[in-house]
């Protein structure tokens, strides 16, 4: 069964507060939910294997993947790609956003659950122990990569917190915006040896729903990622 986040107390060290740099939609989804398991990702890496040109010479879209699960490494490092603070004392982070405001929240659908990624402690908040992939590839009219890979980040925007300051291009910002999240997460996957493919073509309304999301929170990207399926070029 579905857990649907009501109450939590995070205590997050180093001195940060829990609604530093969060936005106000985000702050109060953390204050109102439960989270039955919070994980603690390890430190992500700063350095690579390989350089930002061959990552990008080797990007491609990939939609057959192994049923291999990534490791704790693996996932904390792609949700540090996507969202990771890079500067503490002005919490900026690896995407540029508009006014620094940063809208977008991520998600990651696994075999063990639904899980939010918190920037702040870079950590988890685990929201539901069910595996909803088949259910989110429904959502996203049937795609396969979607049910078949080990992980799914889905990125849902708030607008309002970029409205607030830029009105009506707050939406043109923001969808910008989770472009360049988009593409460091495909380009870190690559750093990792994985593969990852790009979905934008499903419901709204019923990913929204698979995840539970909070009424302010809109879905606009879906991108699997796990191991290239062995002869899959």
Same mark, same amino acid.
């Given at each position: 069964?579905?857990?649907?986040?009501?109450?939590?107390?995070?205590?997050?060290?180093?001195? %940060?507060?829990?609604?530093?740099?969060?936005?106000?939609?985000?702050?109060?989804?953390?204050?109102?939910?439960?989270?039955?398991?919070? @994980?603690?990702?390890?430190?992500?890496?700063?350095?690579?294997?390989?350089?930002?040109?061959?990552?990008?010479?080797?990007?491609?879209?990939?939609?057959?993947?192994?049923?291999? +699960?990534?490791t704790i490494e693996q996932v904390g490092q792609l949700a540090w790609a996507a969202?990771?603070?890079?500067?503490?004392?002005?919490?900026?982070?690896?995407?540029?956003?508009?006014?620094?405001?940063?809208? %977008?929240?991520?998600?990651?659908?696994?075999?063990?659950?639904?899980?939010?990624?918190?920037?702040?402690?870079?950590?988890? %908040?685990?929201?539901?122990?069910? +595996?909803?992939?088949?259910?989110?590839?429904?959502?996203?009219?049937?795609?396969?990569?979607?049910?078949?890979?080990?992980?799914?980040?889905?990125?849902?925007? @708030?607008?309002?917190?970029?409205?607030?300051?830029?009105?009506?291009?707050?939406?043109?910002?923001?969808?910008?915006? @989770?472009?360049?999240?988009?593409?460091?997460?495909? #380009?870190?996957?690559?750093?990792?040896?994985?593969?990852?493919?790009?979905?934008?073509?499903?419901?709204?309304?019923?990913?929204?729903?698979? #995840?539970?999301?909070?009424?302010?929170?809109?879905? %606009?990207?879906i991108i699997p990622v796990g191991y290239r399926e062995k002869g899959v070029e």
């Amino acid at each position: 069964m579905k857990v649907r986040p009501r109450l939590l107390v995070v205590v997050i060290g180093a001195g %940060l507060s829990i609604s530093a740099g969060l936005g106000c939609s985000q702050s109060a989804r953390v204050h109102n939910a439960v989270a039955s398991t919070e @994980v603690r990702l390890p430190r992500p890496k700063v350095t690579g294997p390989i350089s930002v040109e061959e990552a990008l010479t080797r990007r491609r879209s990939v939609r057959e993947f192994s049923p291999k +699960d990534l490791t704790i490494e693996q996932v904390g490092q792609l949700a540090w790609a996507a969202q990771g603070i890079t500067d503490i004392e002005r919490g900026a982070r690896t995407a540029p956003s508009a006014g620094a405001l940063y809208p %977008l929240e991520v998600y990651l659908v696994k075999r063990d659950g639904v899980f939010h990624y918190v920037p702040q402690g870079h950590k988890l %908040l685990q929201l539901s122990g069910e +595996d909803l992939r088949v259910s989110l590839s429904q959502a996203a009219l049937g795609q396969s990569p979607v049910r078949a890979a080990p992980l799914n980040i889905v990125i849902a925007a @708030v607008y309002q917190r970029t409205k607030v300051k830029y009105g009506p291009r707050a939406e043109r910002y923001v969808h910008i915006e @989770v472009g360049h999240v988009g593409q460091n997460l495909h #380009l870190q996957a690559v750093a990792l040896g994985l593969a990852s493919v790009s979905i934008g073509a499903f419901e709204d309304a019923a990913v929204a729903k698979v #995840l539970d999301l909070p009424s302010e929170q809109s879905p %606009l990207y879906i991108i699997p990622v796990g191991y290239r399926e062995k002869g899959v070029e």
